[in-house]
């Protein structure tokens, strides 16, 4: 018989650099799981892309086990370095901040398109741009 999942909890770490202290710890210690298991398990998933923050689904069993689910980084975080910049638009698309290439687009997109709501590339290629736009970031061949 499957084990039942009592609760899943997301969380935005960056890879290869999970520790028990806050705020993996604090979220994940009441859960009851071990926090160094999951730290030492977690950064060996990540190590070849430190440098990178990653989604992680983490299920928690009934029997205090658990597994977890790394996604793609996310699409603002993947915009602001491939444009190298520190933060999106205040004003949105009205203030470009940086531009990225179309190949750089279509590098994103190909990143991106596990986790998005888009069967092909170019589908995937105009929701990273509809982000882009609205971070103030500029595509290059665009208006």
Request: aromatic share 6%.
């Amino acid at each position: 018989m499957a084990k039942e999942a009592i609760r899943k909890i997301k969380l935005q770490i960056p890879a290869g650099k999970a520790t028990p202290a806050p705020p993996v710890g604090t979220v994940l210690g009441p859960a009851g799981i071990n926090l160094q298991d999951f730290c030492t398990k977690y950064n060996d998933a990540t190590r070849e892309k430190i440098g990178d923050i990653l989604p992680v689904e983490i299920s928690i069993y009934d029997d205090r086990s658990f597994d977890f689910v790394i996604k793609t980084p996310p699409t603002s975080f993947l915009l602001k370095k491939y444009a190298k910049i520190n933060k999106g638009s205040i004003k949105g698309s009205k203030e470009v901040v940086g531009t990225i290439s179309q190949a750089q687009l279509k590098e994103i997109a190909e990143i991106k398109l596990p986790d998005l709501n888009a069967y092909t590339v170019e589908e995937a290629m105009n929701t990273v741009a509809g982000t882009a736009k609205n971070m103030g970031i500029a595509i290059e061949g665009q208006e």
